[in-house]
């Protein structure tokens, strides 16, 4: 009978080990600092004060969001604390902010803090200490490197993927194209022309044939413009922020100056950049989104702008509707109530980053159809897809399949 | 001289309180005590508190060499922002891209930023009071741009600025980062502070006030007005640059963001609420930039700005003398328990 004996004890290897592996997971709870059977706690850090005010609304909004999952019964009967301070998009006070939350309110993790700078300035910082840095709030292509930075994601499609998008589609449809290009100098700007001139590969150099930067704290940017126009380009590459978005397609219009003109989808918004600027002078102009713009009436009945609108109501009924940065914040607290729920009772700060990293074909609520969420231990970029639009009436339509461009750091 | 001349050295008399040489440091027998309390408290608290401290030190160092400048020698400036940030540069371009030892970059970061600070003093010597001012305003608006110029790309990082190395204890010290760099710190900023009180006693100290006081008077006595004007900016500049490099290396972190002008604008601010041209008040200034800008968040997040406001407007209005003013108060009153 050795061969009888011989499968029992191989069942009940198989069954030891079993044991081994799923006891602990189902029926021990697991909790790094910053997380108990009633709390989890999550550090966040805005500019509230300072040049990027602007953009304290997003943390505004998550706070409000947390506040709905608290009146909600919590995320896996666990209230959410949210921790929010400000940096006045000054990177010294980041660090100093950062350390505040990690060492001193004890959190579990950072959240969607905001800004290149700030966050450059924190991301060795965290990854010593192996506290996640999820989700952070800027565009710029480094946030997708596990490798290096196995406790930093990033979030929203990169700003190099989106150029070159636009690039691909220059080249395919205009192929003798004379580029004028504008952009903020600035990161933001910079990683948006080299996304942009990666993707003209080696006839970048013949085609841009204007460039021309502002400073953020320039009064208005007609004089570029004008410069801009002067070069004889037949496509305009606008890289500004709203403010700067709208002054552009104005000026552009006064100066009778009609390019294809390219838009980055930062200043996609409607309500405070297009209709500022006159509907009537932004007629077919690309862009490129990924979530709905609250603004855009084609929304109107859609379901999730109706779930939208109804947590404003209640929660956050003073927040300015047509300010994109309300409709981002939305979606990306989603993104971390999806990954704390996927944690179980496993509320360890390795566990928050590998369930962050095992996301697939989630689709929060606000995303453009067919846009998803996903990433991989290798792909620390959730989103990375984009669909092209072009202005006609008072909308943006939707035009050619979602696209990705995915670019690591 | 014209009268318009005349004028403008009247106010700026005004402007800049006399304070007499003594009057600018603290007794023996207080700064042991407020030694004893910088050298404890790390053994007490957190890291995070002791990287606080640290922050402390390192602003409470600008906010001094601004106080030489200002209330040693009576000139104004709104331009220690630019000097900080070369400081802050130098050093971590010293040790990410030459692999200098971080202790070593301190004194380049004092030297190269003495020599702009000595050079930007040249031209600044046709400026005085509100001028000299807004030249040095022009400074501090033009240096985030200047560190983001493509040329300087490769050492700065542009934009994106550069991480910085933290060191670790040496010889084995049984102590972490945070407390080692406090340690080191500390002994920086008091050897400057040494230095300073001692630059101020000495025969060009007495040439910088001359100055303050009275540049005509000060010119007829033999003071080269010129040269001590512009070494006043220098030594200024180098302290902060000494600064800016420690402020470096405790953050990790440069990038243009840093050092805007706001960062000037704190630095001036410190030094008014700590007590114009009193160098021990500089410790209470950076305290009042570091941690008053927290407390108004914690009143009111969305309208911080305002409390913070408030709180400055409040304490201009009890104590326009700073800092100095409590601690003359606080001496007088310990004074009179004494007798009693």
């Not at chain 1, 999550?42 to 969001?65: D, L, Q």
């Not at chain 1, 666990?78 to 959190?107: C, G, H, N």
């Not at chain 1, 000026?251 to 918004?269: C, R």
Request: aromatic share 10%.
């Amino acid at each position: 009978m050795p061969a009888i004996r011989l499968r029992l004890g191989a069942f009940s290897a198989v069954l030891a080990l079993l044991a081994a592996t799923t006891s602990p997971s189902v029926a021990q709870k697991k909790y790094d600092i910053g997380a108990s059977d009633s709390e989890i706690k999550i550090g966040n850090i805005m500019p509230y004060s300072g040049a990027a005010s602007a953009y304290g609304v997003i943390g505004k909004t998550e706070e409000a969001y947390f506040r709905k999952i608290n009146a909600e019964g919590g995320i896996n009967g666990r209230k959410v604390t949210f921790i929010s301070y400000d940096d006045a998009y000054t990177p010294p006070k980041t660090v100093e902010q950062a350390r505040k939350l990690v060492e001193s309110d004890e959190v579990l993790l950072i959240f969607n803090s905001l800004g290149t700078p700030p966050n450059s300035a924190i991301q060795k910082y965290m990854n010593q200490k192996k506290v996640p840095q999820l989700f952070v709030a800027t565009g710029a292509t480094k946030w997708n490197d596990p490798r290096e930075f196995p406790w930093t994601m990033g979030w929203q499609p990169n700003y190099q993927s989106e150029s070159i998008i636009y690039a691909k589609y220059i080249l395919k449809n205009k192929p003798d194209a004379k580029i004028a290009v504008l952009y903020q100098n600035d990161d933001y700007g910079k990683d948006y022309l080299k996304g942009f001139k990666d993707g003209l590969g080696a006839k970048a150099a013949s085609m841009i044939v204007a460039e021309d930067s502002y400073e953020v704290t320039e009064p208005t940017i007609d004089s570029h413009i004008v410069r801009l126009k002067a070069s004889g380009a037949d496509v305009f590459f606008n890289i500004t922020t709203p403010k700067f978005a709208a002054q552009a397609i104005k000026k552009n219009a006064e100066l009778n100056w009609h390019p294809l003109h390219f838009l980055n989808n930062v200043s996609g918004s409607i309500g405070s950049v297009i209709k500022p600027a006159g509907f009537e002078n932004a007629q077919d102009i690309i862009s490129s989104q990924y979530f709905k713009d609250p603004t855009d009436p084609q929304w109107k009945t859609d379901k999730a702008m109706i779930a939208w609108n109804e947590f404003l109501d209640k929660y956050y009924p003073e927040a300015n509707r047509a300010d994109a940065s309300v409709m981002y914040a939305y979606i990306v607290s989603q993104g971390l109530v999806h990954v704390l729920k996927a944690c179980g009772d496993d509320l360890t700060r390795e566990n928050v980053m590998k369930q962050a990293a095992s996301i697939r074909d989630y689709e929060p609520g606000g995303l453009l159809p067919g846009v998803k969420v996903n990433t991989s231990a290798t792909d620390f970029a959730p989103l990375s897809q984009l669909q092209l639009i072009r202005f006609k009436g008072q909308t943006w339509e939707r035009f050619g399949d979602i696209l990705s461009g995915d670019v690591g750091g | 001289m014209s009268a318009a001349e005349e004028v403008e050295v009247v106010t700026e008399g005004q402007a800049v309180e006399a304070v007499p040489k003594r009057a600018m440091t603290l007794g023996y027998g207080t700064s042991l005590i407020v030694l004893a309390v910088l050298i404890l408290i790390p053994l007490f608290v957190k890291n995070f508190i002791i990287f606080q401290m640290t922050m402390l030190l390192i602003y409470a160092l600008a906010v001094m060499a601004l106080n030489i400048l200002t209330g040693g020698s009576g000139q104004f400036s709104l331009g220690q922002s630019a000097f900080y940030a070369v400081g802050a540069y130098t050093s971590a371009i010293l040790m990410e891209h030459a692999g200098m030892n971080y202790a070593l970059t301190l004194p380049v970061a004092g030297i190269v930023c003495f020599g702009f600070g000595f050079l930007f003093g040249q031209p600044a010597l046709r400026l005085s009071g509100v001028y000299l001012a807004l030249a040095t305003f022009a400074l501090a608006t033009a240096m985030p741009q200047l560190l983001k110029l493509g040329y300087f790309e490769h050492w700065t990082g542009g934009v994106q600025g550069l991480v910085v190395t933290k060191p670790d204890a040496p010889f084995g010290l049984p102590m972490g980062q945070d407390m080692w760099l406090y340690y080191f710190t500390l002994a920086v900023s008091i050897g400057i502070y040494l230095a300073s009180v001692n630059l101020l006693r000495s025969r060009s100290g007495r040439a910088f006030m001359a100055i303050r006081d009275n540049e005509i008077a000060a010119s007829a006595m033999g003071v080269d007005v010129a040269l001590y004007k512009t070494l006043a900016f220098g030594v200024s500049a180098g302290i902060t640059g000494v600064a800016g490099g420690l402020g470096a290396i405790a953050v990790q972190f440069v990038a243009p963001d840093g050092y805007t002008i706001q960062l000037a604008i704190s630095l001036f601010l410190g030094m008014v609420v700590g007590g114009v041209g009193w160098l021990p008040g500089s410790i209470v200034g950076s305290a009042f930039i570091i941690f008053v800008p927290n407390i108004a968040e914690g009143i009111s997040k969305g309208l911080s700005g305002a409390v913070f406001g408030v709180l400055l407007f409040l304490v201009i209005f009890l104590v326009p003398h700073g800092a100095r003013q409590v601690a003359i108060v606080a001496q007088q009153l310990a004074a009179k328990l004494k007798k009693n």
